[in-house]
């Protein structure tokens, strides 16, 4: 026998989280984060629906004690009619061929769905663009759940059984994208499926901020149709990709500014602005800026919507020190995010005075501590418990040499 070793990647929380109160808008806040995938916005962390969606977006919502949530691929909702019952009647078949018009805000999977059935046999569902072009398909084996005797009302068309308890059936169909797509559907070995005609009057049908829309179904013959429900009752969609293990508090505040040497970087957001000594530097519009002078700099992020704020104001020293690389002392920093303590690790090559802070997002220092006459391998730990979930800077001097790294605490 023989075995094998597969290598799992473990779920990744979000980074470079930012949410900042629009300085021009009243209200308004920039949401901003990096992820494998889309990140999705709560006002609280057990909600179910996200208020808002995307890695660099804007909202009106207002927080809740000064902070939002937000989950990397973490949605997961039930979608569409309940069950049959909520309509007022419908008709097995094994040759419909209207296809359900869904849109999604976010790239999703099908995940499963209630279907019933009235003969057993094979379909198989396709995710079509509205030209035709086939992206997914899945084909699923049905068993009958209709508990009466097939009665044929009309050419290929059962009558309906009200007693119909219907089944679960996995699904698996992705949405690579945000977009509008088609479900299309084929039979195969005699199955069919059942769809209402009578009393569907609520298409469209929505969740949450258009995370999720039913329009209608399309017919070649008769275009859009909104007075029939096809197929799939209880949708679970879930978000495509790896979902985040938790929800992270982001608390909002103002773009950081971290060094390194003499490259200054500025939180992630959509579009940036520097300025030195209050005035506009020209062409500066990078999320980094090489500080050639002494002086006050700051950064002002700007969402696609027109939303801006100004960092921080942050004071540059020029000296001739080289730029202090976080890997000349082989730093290490876990766990980020840290929830209760926080280790640093490095290496100092020769007897130095040692200066560890850490500051949050306005530049207040919540922690310092200094240690004199230190060298070999150093190691720490910060309690950081009681501090306020959110983004920090982490400040190690070593004698002459300043390192800095952005931190993330969330319980």
Same mark, same amino acid.
């Given at each position: ?375 070999? /391998? ?21 004698? /002459? ?11």
């Amino acid at each position: 026998s023989s075995t094998k070793t597969f290598a799992t990647a473990s779920p990744q929380n979000p980074s470079d989280l930012g949410v900042f109160a629009c300085d021009n808008a009243a209200g308004y806040y920039q949401l901003n984060g990096l992820g494998d995938g889309t990140l999705f916005w709560y006002r609280a962390v057990s909600e179910s629906l996200p208020f808002q969606i995307g890695n660099k977006t804007f909202t009106d919502k207002q927080p809740i004690g000064n902070s939002f949530f937000v989950g990397l691929n973490d949605f997961r909702g039930y979608f569409g009619a309940k069950n049959k019952k909520v309509y007022s009647g419908g008709n097995y078949s094994n040759n419909f061929g209207p296809k359900p018009i869904i849109s999604v805000a976010a790239p999703m999977v099908l995940d499963s769905a209630l279907l019933y059935i009235s003969q057993s046999g094979k379909l198989t569902f396709t995710v079509e663009t509205p030209n035709g072009a086939v992206l997914s398909s899945k084909t699923i084996n049905v068993e009958r759940t209709k508990t009466t005797t097939d009665v044929e009302t009309a050419a290929n068309l059962v009558a309906d059984d009200l007693n119909d308890p219907g089944r679960m059936y996995k699904i698996g169909l992705e949405f690579p994208a945000a977009g509008t797509y088609y479900i299309g559907i084929d039979f195969a070995d005699g199955a069919t499926i059942f769809r209402s005609n009578v009393g569907v009057n609520n298409i469209p049908i929505t969740l949450g901020p258009d995370l999720i829309k039913l329009t209608g179904a399309f017919s070649d013959s008769n275009g859009t149709i909104v007075n029939a429900y096809y197929y799939f009752y209880n949708m679970l969609f879930k978000s495509l990709g790896c979902a985040s293990p938790n929800r992270v508090a982001v608390e909002v505040g103002k773009p950081m500014i971290t060094q390194s040497g003499t490259i200054l970087t500025a939180s992630f957001a959509d579009n940036y602005q520097w300025y030195f000594n209050k005035v506009l530097i020209a062409g500066a519009t990078a999320k980094t800026y090489n500080a050639t002078a002494s002086g006050i700099y700051q950064v002002e992020a700007i969402s696609s919507s027109g939303c801006t704020t100004k960092s921080a104001e942050f004071n540059y020293v020029l000296s001739g020190v080289s730029p202090a690389n976080p890997q000349e002392i082989d730093l290490k920093i876990f766990p980020v995010p840290a929830a209760e303590l926080l280790n640093v690790s490095f290496d100092i090559p020769k007897k130095e005075n040692i200066e560890i802070s850490l500051s949050n997002i306005f530049g207040q220092s919540v922690f310092q501590r200094n240690w004199v006459g230190i060298f070999g /391998k150093f190691a720490t730990t910060i309690n950081v418990k009681d501090y306020s979930p959110g983004s920090y800077i982490l400040t190690i001097t070593v004698g /002459k040499k300043v390192y800095s790294q952005k931190i993330t605490i969330a319980h």
